[in-house]
């Protein structure tokens, strides 16, 4: 099979700006995108900068963007991306800086990890022997230890493209696996630093984390069940759960949302509302305020299903 | 073909001319719709991340008002389309679904497990065929060049939402194509629009905005065209807003999948509610759709 690498490559040191390179390379038709820029160092051009270790999908050196999906280069079969004749476009991961070609500088992404304390923090005295823990609770956690800390999910963030101080999914998925490990004793700790900002609550739910995770760790799935935590834990003090509670409010009420009442009450103050007035208005003077909120026929059986189901909704009420 | 209508709250709500719209589309698309009046919210992600039984419950409630009918769901949101789907999924599962139909039965509904979901923008290519929607096509929108904007519930988790691999993150180009206009290509157009975050990290959600329209139109972009409503609260409802925060002027027109349909389907600008749009469509419009008044 002959394959077309289209490389962004950069070298700081002699380059101003990244620049596109193309190799074709002729490679067996299982090869992964690895094995072809392996191909191309070792007989191509051996000044392209990349980063790999077991070529298995254990180590998650090799994670970078291929046609613009984050993910390791050496799980990503180049029948699938490219196919005969074809041509894959490879970047390195996004979100990092860029040390040369296709490696990034982890710095960033290693101190977020360690901004959770990724470490067990159990109570009391340490037991005589091990600490106990149940097969279905470890089961539960065990999701999220499969990460192997690539960064795919870090390079296609779409929170972290426009705030770098975001601690992003890797960090977050990291943090939900000790609040859900039955042995840590620091949950209260933990659900309080990561309602504040650049937490759990800055999120944007837009799956890319999801898609591009080689391990299945479903970054985005944990940081929302560590709002659901939070919430539960009390901390309410924030606007992402005053949206919640106003969100689940105006359904119970009438079946569906009132966008404008769930707006007034998911901001913290008058200041704050004051700052939607522009919005609100323009909104308003082009007829997409509605000057009635309807209940749905029937709503009375949805309330019905959440005073059974959503029982949280009414003590914040 | 006929199909039980879910338009959404915000289509009854902040986008009236999404609702509009759709209705003049059905006609020439010759679907037949009998509309859930008595469906609630989807959840729309906030219910499932808080209570994932309670949004399976409300959604099961819908299918099974659907199943009753014996037709198909037409929605018209990314965001309901990409909700619906989690828990459909989810309520395969016979022993959860027949957990979840015990909070139906006082209101005597039962979901058996076979109602079907399809946005607008599925039915355009898997059920009518896009050759039919170019014959439709009655003002091709020829020279506008359109950047299509998906909506994350959409296009992820595509084994969710596209389990058959029929590459349903580039039907919005199809459409455009086959409309006459061209597609722009941008990495922005599968990105997050910021709306779920525009109460909690506003100037993150308008960062995020704006930053999409920007590629858009750095791209050649006049028009963009998204089928999530969510997403247009943001690109054409704060757009505004968001200019000011990334500090450059922006002013790109945000139409809705079936006001793009129905603009090439001949029109009018008042069946369209495009009156409605806060970054108005009328100078590109003009432009480009000569002897059209809008």
């Known amino acids: ?172 998925a990291k943090a939900w696996r000790f609040v859900a490990d039955p042995r840590d004793a620091a949950d209260e700790e933990r659900l309080g630093a990561l309602s504040e900002r650049n937490g759990i609550w800055d999120c944007t739910h837009c799956f890319m984390c999801v898609e591009v995770c080689p391990k299945d760790v479903k970054p ?39 966008e404008t009442k769930v707006a007034i009450r998911s901001t913290s103050g008058l200041g704050e509302l004051l700052s939607w007035s522009g919005v609100g208005l323009r909104s308003f003077l082009h007829g997409k305020v509605p000057l009635s909120h309807k209940p749905i026929p029937g709503a009375e059986h949805v309330r019905k299903i959440f005073d059974k189901l959503e029982t949280k909704a009414g003590e914040a009420q | ?119 607008l923008m599925w039915i355009l290519v898997e059920k009518i065929g896009l050759d039919k929607v170019r014959s439709l096509v009655k003002r091709p929108l020829n020279g506008l060049r359109i950047a299509p904007f998906y909506g994350c519930y959409i296009v992820r988790p595509s084994r969710l939402v596209d389990p058959e691999h029929q590459k349903r993150d580039t039907y919005l180009e199809q459409i455009i194509a086959h409309l006459g206009a061209d597609a722009v290509d941008y990495s922005g157009k599968t990105k997050c629009c910021g709306f779920p975050i525009t109460t909690m990290n506003r100037r993150n959600a308008l960062k995020l905005t704006g930053r999409n329209i920007a590629e858009a139109k750095d791209q050649g972009a006049d028009l963009m065209v998204t089928p999530c409503p969510l997403c247009h609260l943001n690109l054409d409802g704060q757009q505004i807003d968001a200019a000011r925060v990334i500090g450059r002027s922006l002013d790109v027109p945000i139409l809705h999948l079936p006001q793009l349909l129905g603009l090439a389907f001949g ?26 008044a809008v």
């Open chain 1, 220 to 258: 985005m799935e944990r940081i929302l069940d560590l709002r659901r935590r939070a919430m539960e834990a009390g901390f309410k003090n924030n606007n992402g759960s005053r949206h919640s509670d106003a969100f689940v409010e105006t359904i119970r009420e009438s079946g569906r949302l009132d």
């Open chain 2, 1 to 119: 073909m006929k199909f039980a209508y879910y338009p959404g709250c915000v289509a009854k709500g902040g986008a009236p001319e999404l609702y509009k719209s759709v209705n003049a589309c059905l006609g020439p698309l010759g679907i037949e719709v009998e509309e859930l009046h008595g469906a609630a919210c989807t959840g729309a992600g906030v219910l499932t991340e808080r209570n994932p039984e309670l949004a399976d419950t409300l959604n099961a409630r819908t299918f099974a008002m659907a199943e009753r009918l014996g037709l198909p769901i037409l929605t018209i949101c990314s965001t309901c389309t990409g909700t619906m789907y989690a828990s459909h999924e989810r309520l395969k599962d016979d022993a959860y679904r027949a957990r979840i139909n015990e909070h139906l039965a006082d209101e005597g509904l039962e979901y058996r497990g076979t109602t079907e979901i399809y946005h």
């Open chain 1, 1 to 172: 099979m002959k394959v077309t690498l289209r490389v962004k490559r950069y070298d700081p040191e002699r380059d101003r700006s990244p620049r596109w390179q193309e190799y074709t390379v002729e490679v067996e038709d299982y090869a992964t995108v690895l094995d072809a820029l392996i191909k191309v160092r070792e007989e191509i051009d051996e000044s392209l900068a990349l980063r790999c270790s077991c070529r298995s999908h254990i180590c998650g050196s090799c994670a970078m963007r291929i046609n613009q999906k984050g993910g390791l280069a050496c799980k990503t079969k180049l029948a699938e991306v490219a196919g005969d004749g074809g041509t894959v476009v490879v970047e390195p991961a996004g979100n990092l800086p860029v040390v040369k070609d296709l490696v990034v500088d982890l710095v960033p992404f290693f101190d977020k990890v360690r901004a959770v304390d990724p470490y067990l923090q159990p109570a009391g005295p340490p037991p005589e022997r091990e600490y106990i823990a149940s097969n279905e609770d470890m089961e539960n956690v065990k999701g999220a230890m499969a990460c192997i800390l690539c960064g795919a999910c870090v390079s296609d963030c779409t929170v972290l493209e426009v705030d770098p101080d975001f601690l992003g999914p890797a960090a977050l």
């Open chain 2, 267 to 292: 029109l009018s600008p008042e069946e369209l509610g495009l009156r409605h749009h806060i970054v108005t469509p009328r100078t590109v419009l003009q432009k480009f759709l000569a002897g059209a």
